[in-house]
């Protein structure tokens, strides 16, 4: 069967740092775009990043300077630093692979594979 499952969310104060991981099995995510989006309370998913087979990447605006994603293939596991935190940077982070990723742009299906996500609080 093939997995994915996000790890590293917490509560951080505004400023502060995370570093989400996106890890799986049942395949090798090298071979895809993996992506990373996320969903606050009341509102829509969102695209946050995403990195590509080749490494190429984007980061939705507000991402752009403050986060971070990469790729350990010997890891099977995607990352995502962040960095900077606002409060309104609090959502439930969610990876999925694969996804197609764009350099303005990152789109994924409920078809794609996902992981159950993972909690990101950032309050005083």
């Known amino acids: 069967q093939l997995h994915l499952v996000e790890s590293g969310g917490g509560l951080v104060q505004p400023g502060g740092s995370l570093r989400l991981s996106c890890a799986a099995s049942?395949?090798?995510?090298?071979?895809?775009?993996i992506g990373w989006f996320r969903q606050a309370p009341g509102k829509e998913r969102e695209g946050v990043s995403c990195?590509?087979?080749?490494?190429?990447?984007y980061y939705a605006d507000s991402m752009k300077g403050r986060f971070t994603i990469s790729r350990d293939n010997a890891e099977n596991t995607v990352y995502l630093q962040m960095t900077s935190l606002k409060p309104e940077d609090t959502a439930i982070y969610y990876c999925?692979?694969?996804?197609?990723?764009?350099?303005?742009?990152?789109?994924?299906?409920?078809?794609?594979?996902w992981g159950q996500g993972t909690q990101v609080t950032v309050s005083s």
């Open positions: 999925a692979a694969p996804v197609a990723c764009y350099s303005d742009n990152v789109l994924a299906d409920e078809l794609d594979y």
């Open positions: 049942g395949f090798t995510l090298d071979d895809y775009a």
């Open positions: 990195i590509s087979s080749h490494h190429s990447t």
